[in-house]
């Protein structure tokens, strides 16, 4: 399904900044290279996600899911000086090739790479987060939630991704173990009472989450 106008997107693309050269090298890389490229934030996600950050100027952001590390380039953005970034990729082959592209960066020694189940190495980071962003396994989002939001600051954001998974939590029933498992993400956010949230249509969706 085709959440946005492929028109209106390319008209988006046209209108938001380019790309830096390491990230356009990057996005050719995966889409050329990766069987699942689609995962890729993208120009117009990616500039999003910087923009985000460079308006709250974290100190410490954490991303879930580092995929080949565009994102994480992106978020990192907006870091203060002193600030760091981690990431978690369950997958090596990803995470050694983002690893590839941060140390390539002018980033390079401010993103901590981690890889393995982030159930398992959330626990053991000692951290107070500015801004997080979810985007792995989508049936353990409430997980991953219930573990980074006590160590959310007050007024700290979260950003979860594909939180429309490709439509298909406008069909009904939702069907699909992915799918259900965003739907019932979105529904246990909508009735927090403790944050601001609101949804936005970008690309696949990003819940964009403010702890009150």
Not at 68 to 87: D, E, R, V, W
Not at 120 to 129: F, K, N, Q, S, Y
Request: charged content about 20%.
């Amino acid at each position: 399904m085709n959440l946005v106008n492929p028109l209106a997107e390319a008209y988006a693309e046209k209108y938001t900044s380019a790309e830096e050269a390491l990230l356009q090298e990057l996005a050719d890389y995966t889409l050329s290279h990766h069987r699942e490229s689609v995962m890729l934030s993208g120009q117009v996600q990616g500039q999003l996600l910087g923009m985000i950050s460079c308006m709250i100027r974290p100190q410490r952001i954490l991303e879930i899911g580092t995929f080949t590390g565009y994102s994480a380039l992106c978020l990192c953005q907006g870091l203060a000086p002193g600030g760091q970034l981690h990431t978690i990729e369950l997958r090596e082959a990803d995470s050694a090739l983002a690893r590839s592209y941060f140390d390539r960066s002018v980033h390079a020694g401010r993103i901590i790479s981690h890889t393995g189940n982030a159930l398992d190495i959330l626990p053991g980071l000692d951290e107070t987060w500015d801004l997080v962003f979810i985007d792995a396994d989508k049936p353990a989002y409430i997980r991953y939630f219930n573990l980074v939001f006590p160590r959310l600051r007050k007024n700290g954001f979260i950003l979860a991704d594909n939180v429309l998974f490709h439509g298909q939590v406008l069909q009904e029933p939702v069907k699909g173990k992915s799918a259900k498992g965003i739907q019932a993400f979105n529904d246990f956010i909508r009735e927090r009472t403790d944050i601001e949230k609101v949804m936005v249509t970008v690309r696949d969706g990003l819940y964009l989450i403010r702890k009150l």
